[in-house]
C-alpha cells in the first residue's frame, strides 16, 4: 500500500506491503489497492485543501496593491485644454459673426477685433499652461496618467489648430 507521508511530504510503500510483495511476488488483491488508493487519495486532498484555504492563504489571495490617484496636475490640465479649446471655438465664431454682419467686413482697429484678439491669444496661452500641466502630470510618479494624456493631446491640438487658423487668415490677404 503507497501511502502520502506528511512529514517528508512524500509517497512511500508500507511496509508490510513490501514485505508481502518480497515474499509471494505477486500483486495484492484489487479492494485493497481501491482502499488503498481512495485513503490516500483522500489524504492528499485534505493537504491541498489545508494548504489552499489556509487564513494566510485567503489573506493572501485579497491583498492588492494600493489604487493609483489621479494626477491632480493631469486633471487641471484635462479641464484647462477643454476650456480653452470652447474659449477658442466661441470667440473664432464671434469673430466670424462679426466678419459677416459688418458691411464691408470687420475693421481690425475697430475695438471689438483688438478685444477678439486679445482674447484669442489669451486663450492659447491658457492651452499652453494646459500643456505645461500636462507633461508634468505625465512625469508625477504613483498617479494614473489619464488625464495627463488626454489633457496634453488636447491643449496641443488646440494650439497648432489656432495657429494654423491664424497663419491662415493671414495669408489670405
Known amino acids: 500500500m503507497t501511502l502520502f507521508n506528511e512529514k517528508n511530504r512524500s509517497w512511500t510503500q508500507h511496509p508490510s506491503t513490501r ?3 518480497l515474499s509471494r511476488h505477486q500483486q ?23 494548504q489552499t ?13 494600493p489604487a493609483l490617484k489621479h494626477s491632480g496636475l493631469g486633471i487641471a490640465a484635462f479641464i ?11 470667440l473664432v465664431t464671434i469673430a466670424g459673426v462679426l466678419e459677416a454682419t459688418t458691411p464691408g467686413g470687420i475693421d481690425e482697429t475697430s475695438p471689438e477685433a483688438i478685444i477678439v484678439g486679445m ?3 489669451a486663450f492659447i496661452g ?24 488626454l489633457g496634453t493631446i488636447f491643449s496641443s491640438v488646440t494650439i497648432m489648430a489656432t495657429l494654423a487658423l491664424i497663419t491662415y487668415g493671414t495669408t489670405i490677404d
Open 53 to 65: 484555504f489556509s487564513p494566510l492563504c485567503r489573506r493572501r489571495a485579497h491583498q492588492t496593491a
Open 80 to 90: 484647462l485644454s477643454i476650456l480653452s479649446t470652447l474659449l477658442i471655438f466661441a
Open 119 to 121: 482674447l484669442i491669444f
Open 126 to 149: 491658457l492651452a499652453l499652461v494646459g500643456l505645461g500641466l500636462g507633461i508634468g502630470g505625465l512625469n508625477q510618479k504613483q498617479r494614473k496618467k489619464i488625464f495627463a494624456i
Open 19 to 21: 514485505a508481502r510483495r
Open 28 to 50: 495484492p488483491p484489487q479492494h485493497s489497492l481501491n482502499q488503498a488508493l481512495s485513503q490516500n487519495l483522500s489524504q492528499t486532498l485534505s493537504y491541498i485543501a489545508k
